[in-house]
């Protein structure tokens, strides 16, 4: 049977919700039909400032970073790469710094690629409940950002490493500064990284305002 008052809940806040109880998502699978109407669709759609090409570039440098990034470190590395707007983050564990350097490397080389971040540890491969830790981290902060009216939670990328939580996105130094604030502020959290590309609030307002800019994640 499926409970109608937790539908209800679920709808009231429904991105919030999905994005610290992905885990969980089964459990809630009745409720897909009412948290896919009408205003809860709005709700959901994300506000993506990058262009719509860069979107797709940084979808092609994910595949081919995963790809190549991963011949380049070896069996012993786990590295997990993040692509925004051109700028790769590279988060994980690798053997020695010589790894590490290749897989800067070869990130750096890939078409499109503008700048890289490479924030890989010298370690051993993170457990597995470690990297659900982590998942669970990014899902907290994810929901934080939901609730604070003065910050759009979809312009903000959120990436866990460890218990340290790399924010990327196009922002303004107000809002990275208040996204790092509430990220500090969630259980779990050891370290945020800001890995943000700050914007000016001229631009800012011309991107809330251009229907062209706006593309659902």
């Known amino acids: 049977m499926i409970d109608l008052n937790r539908c209800l809940n679920v709808a009231r806040r429904p991105l919030a919700l999905a994005l610290i109880c992905g885990a969980a998502l089964v459990s809630l699978q009745g409720c897909v039909g009412l948290m896919m109407g009408g205003a809860v669709v709005g709700t959901l759609a994300a506000t993506d400032r990058r262009t719509l090409g860069a979107q797709t570039e940084d979808k092609a440098i994910l595949v081919k970073g995963e790809t190549r990034i991963a011949k380049a470190v070896g069996e012993g590395g786990h590295v997990n790469v993040t692509s925004f707007n051109?700028?790769?983050?590279?988060?994980?564990?690798?053997?020695?710094?010589?790894?590490?350097?290749?897989?800067?490397?070869?990130?750096?080389?890939?078409?499109?690629?503008?700048?890289?971040?490479?924030?890989?540890?010298?370690?051993?491969?993170?457990?597995?409940?470690?990297?659900?830790?982590?998942?669970?981290?990014?899902?907290?902060?994810?929901?934080?950002?939901?609730?604070?009216?003065?910050?759009?939670?979809?312009?903000?990328k959120v990436v866990t490493e460890r218990g340290v939580v790399y924010l990327m996105g196009r922002v303004t130094q107000g809002e990275g500064n208040l996204a790092a604030e509430i990220a500090r502020g969630v259980g779990g959290v050891t370290k945020v990284v800001k890995v943000f590309e700050y914007i000016t609030d001229e631009e800012y307002r011309m991107l809330s305002t251009t229907p062209d800019s706006t593309q659902n994640k």
């Open 86 to 156: 051109r700028k790769v983050l590279l988060t994980g564990e690798v053997p020695n710094e010589a790894a590490k350097a290749a897989a800067g490397q070869e990130a750096a080389g890939i078409e499109g690629v503008q700048s890289v971040v490479n924030e890989l540890a010298i370690a051993g491969a993170s457990s597995f409940t470690s990297r659900s830790s982590d998942t669970l981290i990014t899902g907290k902060v994810k929901a934080s950002f939901v609730d604070e009216k003065n910050l759009s939670a979809n312009s903000v």
